[in-house]
């Protein structure tokens, strides 16, 4: 329910932006009401926009990103989060199920519209965010580590932060072209340092063809996701691609897309590889306290 309140709070907004008009949420949604029998025409094709717009924003969201599903997001964590153990103390410490839930549901609502998250680029490594999407896991790793060596710890506020550097992660690889350069390992920069956002003047698409890479392409790219309904990209770059409207593009949300498995793959490597970074580093490494507030023990 949640998602189906937050797809129409967007629609509203989207539908007064369509007809350019500034409205607040609330008059939009009060004129919605007055046209009804009065003039039913009108209403009828406002019905239908709206119907067309739910139905182009639910399957929008479903394809931008891996799927809050076992198959996209939601395993993806798990597979990353549940072999991970500590021994301390000579006692083999692991996520509890309730913190491997909590951790998951924060990967899911980054994917939320009615937060805005779902547009925000640097959050799923849409349009060449490399720089803003590498430093925001700079600061959740930072972030986490202080919730957890704090003299008050805070478990909860540091899984919250984890499921949502694990969804930026991870889109990495379902987002990127990292893939289609011929990695199989995964990129270590991510949470270590920071990647530079590429000139918007680098081709990475032919300029007939913004669903296909350049042959040859060498340099790291991601999928352009801007103006419903989101098949476009700026001249020479790539689009994401978005399920029945535009379905070629970059994107390897999901199983079908080429290069999907190898990209699901290596997000479970590096969704492991950035929790290992924090239980490795030092104060947090051998600290039995700060372990168990992560894992929620
Ligand atoms: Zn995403």
Redesign the pocket.
């Known amino acids: 329910m949640k998602r189906i309140r937050a797809v129409f709070v967007f629609l509203v907004v989207l539908v007064a932006g369509l007809r350019r008009k500034r409205v607040a949420v609330q008059k939009l949604m009060l004129r919605l009401k007055l046209n009804k029998g009065r003039h039913f025409i009108r209403g009828f094709t406002v019905i239908t926009a709206t119907l067309l717009l739910i139905g182009l924003l639910l399957t929008t969201e479903s394809v931008?990103?891996f799927k809050p599903n076992e198959k996209g997001h939601l395993g993806i964590t798990s597979d990353a989060v549940r072999p991970i153990e500590r021994v301390v103390g000579g006692v083999r410490l692991r996520f509890s199920p309730q913190a491997l839930e909590e951790i998951r549901k924060a990967n899911e609502s980054?994917?939320d519209l009615s937060s805005g998250d779902f547009f925000r680029s640097e959050?799923?490594f849409d349009n060449e965010e490399f720089f803003a999407g590498t430093t925001r896991l700079l600061e959740l790793k930072g972030y986490i580590i202080s919730q957890i060596t704090s003299f008050s710890p805070n478990g909860k506020n540091a899984r919250t932060a984890l499921g949502g550097a694990l969804?930026t992660i991870q889109?990495f690889y379902a987002h990127t072209n990292w893939v289609e350069l011929g990695h199989t390992s995964i990129d270590t920069q991510l949470g270590r340092t920071t990647i530079p956002k590429p000139p918007i003047t680098t081709p990475t698409s032919p300029a007939n063809d913004q669903s296909t890479l350049l042959p040859g392409l060498t340099v790291l790219t991601s999928g352009y996701f801007v103006t419903p309904p989101y098949c476009s990209a700026p001249p020479g770059k790539t689009r994401h691609g978005v399920s029945g409207l535009c379905t070629n593009g970059l994107n390897k949300d999901e199983p079908g897309r080429p290069g999907y498995p190898q990209a699901r793959g290596l997000a479970v490597i590096a969704s492991q590889d950035f929790i290992n970074q924090i239980l490795d580093t030092p104060g947090v490494a051998g600290n039995d306290r700060a372990i168990r507030t992560l894992m929620g023990i």
Do not use: I, P, Q
Request: net charge negative.
């Open positions: 931008l990103a980054t994917d959050k799923h969804h889109d």
